[in-house]
């Protein structure tokens, strides 16, 4: 019998590829064969210079991806848990330093390693039947790596309250914090983050690039350097056409307009 096929990926004409954990049965957690997978996926999409944007999702209705494999971590000790612990680490970071925006497309369970993974997406798009929460300190591990991310996306208080609590909110609750840019129907989903895909195709693939290794670069940066950083980021746009191309076209559709009226 072959091996199963933890992670399925589609990819259109377009640039967009599609990245599917297909773990459906277990609530798309994450194990070491699951992770190792998924990792070498996003690397080989890495590699196609003709990739615009990814879209995650989990597998099924019932989860995005239902948190870390306990299983697997029950049998830890202090050697493995660094090794397994990375490892949840390395399958977030592959979408942070992806070089086109990653959009997490989220129904149902969305609970510890998978709020880490989809605070590491770019866009966060939920059915209103998506559940969130951080529950490690309820089986006796801090929540730890890509939680990291949680207070820039909530602010300190509501990232306690879900860490400390070990708690869950659901769709709209997420919405109101800042956890997720919107919440929609389960069957308007799909047609939700095709129009944050569009958006992003409109734009020049260099300059979307750049302004997400920019964004990250002011996650960590201070003010004065932030804003150098951001002049050094203007001034390689130019390295390419892109600039020309895409002002030179939207000057000609201005004076189109303008000629029309």
Do not use: Y
Not at 51 to 67: D, K, P
Not at 157 to 166: A, M, V
Request: charged fraction near 25%; charge should be neutral.
């Amino acid at each position: 019998m072959s091996p199963k096929k933890w992670i399925e990926v589609s990819r259109d004409a377009r640039g967009v590829a599609c990245i599917t954990i297909a773990n459906a049965a277990k609530l798309n957690t994450l194990n070491r064969a699951v992770m190792t997978a998924l990792i070498d996926a996003v690397e080989a999409l890495e590699r196609d210079a003709a990739l615009r944007v990814v879209i995650l999702r989990g597998a099924g209705t019932r989860a995005f991806i239902g948190g870390a494999d306990i299983t697997e971590m029950a049998v830890l000790d202090a050697d493995s848990a660094r090794a397994f612990i990375t490892l949840v680490h390395r399958s977030c970071d592959v979408f942070r330093r992806l070089g086109v925006p990653v959009i997490a497309r989220i129904q149902g369970f969305v609970l510890g390693a998978g709020l880490e993974v989809a605070a590491a997406c770019d866009m966060r798009v939920a059915a209103t039947d998506a559940t969130f929460g951080m529950p490690e300190v309820r089986i006796g591990i801090p929540s730890v790596v890509e939680a990291a991310l949680l207070p820039q996306l909530i602010g300190w208080g509501r990232t306690r309250e879900l860490l400390l609590t070990g708690g869950t909110i659901d769709a709209a609750t997420a919405e109101r914090w800042g956890l997720v840019e919107q919440v929609v129907a389960p069957d308007a989903l799909d047609a939700a983050v095709e129009r944050r895909v569009a958006a992003v195709l409109a734009c020049g693939p260099r300059a979307i690039s750049a302004q997400k290794a920019l964004i990250q670069a002011w996650e960590n940066l201070p003010m004065r350097e932030a804003i150098e950083r951001g002049i050094d980021s203007f001034t390689a746009a130019w390295d390419s056409d892109e600039p020309a191309r895409m002002m030179g076209r939207f000057l000609d559709a201005m004076r189109r307009r303008k000629l029309g009226g």
